[in-house]
């Protein structure tokens, strides 16, 4: 049974930093063919993907709009995978969820698991 468990939103002022925290059970691979990421929706908007890293070599990649503000990470003797979110923007302000997908982890039709999502509010 595959679990993610995100965890790390809240409200923080425009300029601030957040860590978000992904916790993830029954899925482990060293393979490059899988990969998580971190995706936000706004109200009224489709879920977008901000990172991604690939369970292989630990590639990374960004979002143009995060791309320099945010860095996603992961501890593997954890499973746990992070998104640290620095300069943060009102624009950022969403809904983030983990996910856990296979070769085109930017893409919502690659996910295979989702976490529950963790609220971010910068204002």
């Known amino acids: 049974h595959v679990q993610l468990v995100e965890s790390g939103g809240g409200s923080v002022q425009p300029g601030g930093s957040l860590r978000l925290s992904c916790v993830i059970s029954?899925?482990?691979?060293?393979?490059?063919?899988?990969?998580v990421a971190w995706f936000r929706q706004d109200s009224g908007n489709r879920r977008e993907a901000v990172a991604r890293?690939?369970?292989?070599?630990?590639?990374?990649g960004y979002d143009g709009s995060v791309k320099g503000r945010f860095t996603i990470s992961r501890d593997n003797a954890e499973n746990t995978f992070y998104l640290q979110m620095n300069s943060l923007k009102p624009e950022d302000s969403a809904k983030y969820y983990c996910?856990?997908?296979?070769?085109?982890?930017?893409?919502?039709?690659?996910?295979?698991?989702w976490g529950q999502g963790t609220q971010v509010t910068v204002s």
């Open positions: 890293i690939y369970a292989g070599d630990g590639s990374t």
């Open positions: 996910a856990a997908g296979q070769i085109r982890c930017g893409e919502t039709n690659y996910i295979d698991h």
């Open positions: 029954g899925y482990t691979s060293t393979s490059n063919r899988y990969c």
